[in-house]
């Protein structure tokens, strides 16, 4: 879950502090000029199991201005709202999936974006939702696991330690490790991080949030 920041209190007494990491991901942000495009008109049956998919692909300029496509995604257009003039609606972060010579490289990336459906192109685009980057908490209970496999994992003698890593809006933290085969890590990890919203009593376009068991 995630809430505004309220003040910065520290670990309680029976926790151990796991600093922050910040990650190498790189972040830009849309204005009201910039990432916007021209409609898109197509025609779709109202039958939502009939309907094309949304492609949203993330491309790449190299040297030699030759395109190259390193993550995309594949929506229904049913997960987004209709145009309704004066209330813009407002953006949302969409994960992206690798293309597979990239998925061991990079972390997912993920893109803000917003769409929106009308029945009819005779309309006059409104702005965008005006967003702004406000600090929040993204807070992790970590309890245990259990069921742990993977491939070449060993069988043979002691279990190994495991412990979890959590990443979100370009931050992580990680648990202390735990002997396996069920570890019970029961700690709180507390993300600081920048999220977009229209005002601080709404929620936040959050984004993806990533578990790692390592």
């Given at each position: 879950?995630?809430?505004?920041?309220v003040?910065?209190?520290?670990?309680?007494?029976?926790?151990?502090?796991?600093?922050?990491?910040?990650?190498?991901?790189?972040?830009?942000?849309?204005?009201?000029?910039?990432?916007?495009?021209?409609?898109?008109?197509?025609?779709?049956?109202?039958?939502?199991?009939?309907?094309?998919?949304?492609?949203?692909?993330?491309?790449?300029?190299?040297?030699?201005?030759?395109?190259?496509?390193?993550?995309?995604?594949?929506?229904?257009?049913?997960?987004?709202?209709?145009?309704?003039?004066?209330?813009?609606?407002?953006?949302r972060?969409?994960?992206?999936?690798?293309?597979?010579?990239?998925?061991?490289?990079?972390?997912?990336?993920?893109?803000?974006?917003?769409?929106?459906?009308?029945?009819s192109?005779?309309?006059?685009?409104?702005k965008?939702?005006?967003?702004?980057?406000?600090?929040?908490?993204?807070?992790?209970?970590?309890?245990?696991?259990?069921?742990?496999?993977?491939?070449?994992m060993?069988t043979?003698?002691?279990?190994?330690?495991?412990?979890?890593?959590?990443?979100?809006?370009?931050?992580?933290?990680?648990?202390?490790?735990?002997?396996?085969?069920?570890?019970?890590?029961?700690?709180?990890?507390?993300?600081?991080?920048?999220?977009?919203?229209?005002?601080?009593?709404?929620?936040?376009?959050?984004?993806p949030?990533?578990?790692?068991?390592?």
């Open positions: 879950d995630s809430e505004r920041v003040d910065n209190t520290g670990p309680t007494n029976d926790e151990e502090y796991v600093p922050e990491t910040a990650e190498d991901i790189n972040t830009f942000t849309f204005n009201e000029a910039d990432g916007r495009i021209d409609p898109i008109l197509v025609m779709a049956p109202e039958d939502p199991l009939s309907q094309p998919f949304v492609m949203i692909d993330v491309l790449t300029e190299g040297y030699m201005q030759s395109q190259r496509r390193i993550a995309y995604a594949k929506c229904a257009l049913t997960e987004f709202p209709f145009y309704d003039h004066g209330n813009p609606s407002k953006p972060f969409i994960a992206l999936n690798s293309m597979p010579d990239l998925a061991l490289q990079r972390n997912p990336p993920s893109i803000l974006i917003t769409l929106e459906k009308n029945n192109d005779d309309i006059i685009r409104h965008r939702k005006s967003v702004k980057p406000l600090a929040y908490i993204v807070r992790a209970y970590c309890f245990l696991g259990r069921a742990i496999s993977y491939e070449g060993s043979a003698g002691e279990a190994d330690d495991y412990g979890l890593r959590v990443s979100c809006a370009g931050m992580s933290r990680s648990t202390n490790s735990k002997k396996g085969p069920r570890p019970m890590w029961m700690q709180t990890l507390d993300l600081k991080v920048m999220l977009c919203s229209d005002s601080p009593k709404e929620a936040p376009s959050i984004e949030i990533t578990v790692t068991l390592f």
